[in-house]
């Protein structure tokens, strides 16, 4: 995430705009590669995620 078509700040605003208080947050990385790639970028889709669920 953050790096893909999907505006995340825009997306989040649209949902606190709209009333979205709390709930379960998923998403779905694409990406394939070996192990210690996939981690690192899901590192990287945690840290962006909770910057902007902050």
Not at 7 to 15: M, S
Not at 44 to 53: F, G, P, Q, S, V
Request: glycine share 12%.
């Amino acid at each position: 995430p953050g790096t893909g078509l999907v505006n995340f700040p825009e997306l989040f605003t649209r949902l606190k705009q709209g009333g979205f208080k709390k709930g379960s947050l998923i998403i779905e990385c694409l990406n394939s590669g070996e192990d210690p790639y996939l981690i690192s970028e899901a590192i990287k889709a945690r840290e962006m995620l909770e910057e902007l669920t902050a």
